[in-house]
């Protein structure tokens, strides 16, 4: 979510930049899901591209309404299960990534609930001022808010890897304060703070790369 059309298209191609790299430097398949993260944040951000130019009346009605839904299925249904997940996956600890199991049970079912308001509820978006009002009727509003972050953002504390214990950190005080922007009709600037995201995992991504081939060759070598 970004306070321009534009914004989001600069911020998509940036972070989809990043997660393409992220990719390339994928050694263990371990750490291929959260690689996929910045190519789905990318996507997130030009699909809203699209969904400020149809509420602008610059695209066709029905391309606007279809970039609206899949904004909000990636949102409601797509991150929450996808970034617990993907964070357990790159944990080598095992005893880690059993305690991450229940954020990713958690996630999974703040998944299922958002996507079944969605599909049965009303919804809709309107530009509210820099930024796009979205509009969705939530059971439980509160308890599943809370639920989304906890999941999302618990994982990343219980990492081995410093980098992603760190971000888990600065995240929260940062998730919290750009919520509290876009509650009071400021500015929205998550598109800034995803592109911020896709290069910490794109750093950490090549770190892992760097490790494993230091580890084969020393086992070569070794032999």
Request: proline share 5%; charged share 15%.
């Amino acid at each position: 979510m970004c306070y321009s059309p534009e914004a989001d298209l600069v911020a998509g191609l940036v972070v989809g930049a990043a997660g393409v790299d992220a990719l390339r430097h994928v050694d263990d398949r371990r750490d291929l899901a959260l690689a996929a993260v910045p190519l789905v944040l990318a996507a997130h951000q030009l699909i809203e591209a699209v969904g400020w130019w149809g509420l602008q009346d610059r695209v066709p009605e029905m391309a606007g309404s279809l970039a609206i839904v899949a904004y909000l299925v990636i949102a409601m249904g797509v991150v929450p299960a996808l970034v617990p997940y993907a964070v357990m996956r790159t944990e080598r600890d095992p005893t880690r990534r059993r305690m991450m199991t229940p954020l990713v049970v958690l996630g999974a079912a703040v998944s299922v609930v958002l996507l079944f308001a969605l599909a049965t509820g009303p919804y809709g978006a309107s530009i509210g001022g820099r930024y796009i009002a979205y509009e969705t009727t939530l059971p439980w509003s509160g308890a599943i808010a809370v639920s989304y972050v906890i999941a999302v953002c618990t994982p990343l504390l219980l990492s081995t890897h410093q980098r992603l214990v760190v971000f888990g950190l600065v995240n929260v005080p940062i998730v919290l304060g750009l919520a509290t922007l876009l509650s009071a009709g400021f500015i929205s600037l998550w598109c800034v703070w995803a592109a911020v995201s896709s290069l910490v995992v794109t750093r950490h991504i090549r770190e892992q790369s760097t490790k494993s081939y230091r580890e084969r060759s020393a086992a070569t070598a070794g032999g």
